[in-house]
Structure formats: structure tokens, C-alpha cells
């Protein structure tokens, strides 16, 4: 079974500050990590995602992921916050045994930046 | 180019009646998913077809039924709605042969609500 957590509903950080939406995973294999970005009456948008490789992937919208297998952990980044990142962020992992594409989801991060 | 359509975007049933979504892939994209998004919680994976084909099949009653048509636009229906169908709909295409680690293209959805 595959799994993800977000241990925060709500992040506020002040625009121009550094952000960070934390995320950990759960899976039997070698984990495909994903975030996913929604705006309110609209579908998601891909950010970025982790297959293989370095540890820190670098996505849309100044956006970054480091990938720490050791806690099994998929942090979002952003150096400096901008009013227009508030929106809702999930976290996604999809297992990467088996052959198709079951993703699962996290509740979702809902991140307010302050002006 | 158009991005991945979803129709109607709003829908209002009662008890007992069914129901049937649409999707439309982004114009080459092979593999459709649907999800369903119930509100305060992030998506669920309901199905994913890729070439006609079902490929997967999360944990969903057999009320819930879908098919992929050979121009790749896909269906949802759902039989004998419940109050707890409620939710918004997501349907998501990808490029290939959708074996995980491929970056979704979701539509915007359809906002069903049962009464």
C-alpha cells in the first residue's frame, strides 16, 4: 500500500519569506513523488516531481523538493513567498512497482502568504 | 491548444438517479484518470484507461463505472447516487502509457451534488 501525509492544514508565512509545505510517504518500492498545486474552482496543476536521481528537484513558479529517503520525507520549497503562491498544495506519491497509475493523494496544504 | 475538458462543470441529482461525466484528453494524450475530490480532502483515484483499456481501479463500489472511447475521450457513471457521492469530479490525462511517473493534466472538473 502506498501512502502520504501532510501534518499541516494551514501554513502562513509573510511574503518574501522562505516557505515550506511539509510532506512524508509511505511505499513498498521505489517511491514516484509528486506536488500538485489548486487554485479555488480549479482543477490541479503540476509543480514538480521526483523520480530518480538528485535529491533536490527544482519545479514551476521558482518551486523546490528535496527528496530525503532516509525520512522518507518530500518537502516543498520556495526561497521567497509571493502573495499569488496562496493556494492549495498537495503532496502525491505513486509506488513504482506494478504498471499503472493509481496516485495517491494527501489532504492538502492550504498556504496563505501575508502581504 | 486545449487543454483536458470536462463537461457539464456543474450538476445537481437526487438519490437513486445516475449519472454520467465527460472528459476530453489534451489532444495525443492516450491515458485518462478520474478522481473524485470530496470537499476538505484531496483526490481520491477512482480509474485510469489507457489505450480503451481499464488499467486500474481504486477502492470504489461497482455503482461507479467509466470507459475510454477510441478518440480517448473518457465517461464516468455512477449508479444509484448517494448523498456521500457528493464531490468534485477530476478527470486527468497523460502523454503515454501512463506507467506512474508521468505528470498529470487535470481539467477543472464537475461539481456533482446529490440531494
Redesign the interface.
Known sequence: AQSVAQPEDQVNVAEGNPLTVKCTYSVSGNPYLFWYVQYPNRGLQFLLKYITGDNLVKGSYGFEAEFNKSQTSFHLKKPSALVSDSALYFCAVRDGAGGYQKVTFGTGTKLQVIP | DAG?TQSPTHLIKTRGQHVTLRCSPISGHK?V?W?QQVL??????IF?Y?EKEE??R?NFPDRFSARQFPNYSSELNVNALLLGDSALY?C?S?LGR????????????TQLSVL
Open positions: 483536458v491515458s484518470s478522481y476538505g480532502q484531496g483526490p481520491q483515484f485510469q489507457y488499467r486500474g481504486g477530476l486527468a497523460s501512463g506507467q506512474g511517473f508521468e505528470k498529470l493534466f487535470f481539467g477543472s472538473g
